[in-house]
T-cell receptor, first 115, second 112 residues
């Protein structure tokens, strides 16, 4: 599977600011995914990002709060906008194998703390 | 309510013991995956099962997919401290293979 890296690995931010998380894959992939996870808990899908089309958001997540870019087949960004302490979480990106969107591979995650 | 329920939620055992983690749902899945996640890392894929009744072995780990494709189990034989981590099952609902639904997770601690 392709190797995924995320930046930053962690950050501490002030309420009301925005943070952009970068996800880089070392080979071209069609589908990329963004998840949120509270430490030690399950993952919740935020959105699916395909190159050349708008991201598809899951219920409870909106583009104004979590804008996503997917400029090419190896890169995506997720922005957490106008942050509040409730946005403190681990944010993970993932990609899937060609033809197997159900088999996903994850980056190391970005641990975000909002004060 | 969680679509995929895992049990137990927490498990602490001694090195050398055996254990089983369960992943149950009332929904049918086209495939089911098991992941292990260590602190500060993303989940790492252990196995994918796709056929009802399928059994896969990965060294000391045995994975089983239920006949009706609604449940799965992970059995670890002779657990080692290196097995410590958060175990997550995830399934692709029948007819919605583009999206994974994750289980509630099982935090396993293996004491030396």
């Amino acid at each position: 599977s392709a190797v995924i890296s995320q930046k930053p690995s962690r950050d501490i931010c002030q309420r009301g600011t925005s943070l952009t998380i970068q996800c880089q894959v070392d080979s071209q992939v069609t589908m990329m995914f963004w998840y949120r996870q509270q430490p030690g808990q399950s993952l919740t899908l935020i959105a699916t990002a395909n190159q050349g089309s708008e991201a598809t958001y899951e219920s409870g997540f909106v583009i104004d709060k979590f804008p996503i870019s997917r400029p090419n087949l190896t890169f995506s960004t997720l922005t957490v906008s106008n942050m509040s302490p409730e946005d403190s979480s681990i944010y993970l990106c993932a990609h899937s194998r060609p033809g197997r969107p159900d088999t996903q591979y994850f980056g190391p995650g970005t641990r975000l703390t909002v004060l | 309510t969680q679509l995929l329920e895992q049990s137990p939620q927490f498990l602490s055992i001694q090195e050398g013991e055996n254990l089983t983690v369960y992943c149950n749902s009332s929904s049918v899945f086209s495939s089911l995956q098991w992941y292990r996640q260590e602190p500060g890392e993303g989940p790492v894929l252990l196995v994918t099962v796709v056929t009802g009744g399928e059994v896969k072995k990965l060294k000391r780990l045995t994975f089983q997919f239920g006949d009706a494709r609604k449940d799965s189990s992970l059995h670890i034989t002779a657990a080692q401290p290196g097995d410590t981590g958060l175990y997550l099952c995830a399934g692709a609902l029948l007819g919605s293979a583009r999206q994974l639904t994750f289980g509630s997770g099982t935090q396993l601690t293996v004491l030396p």
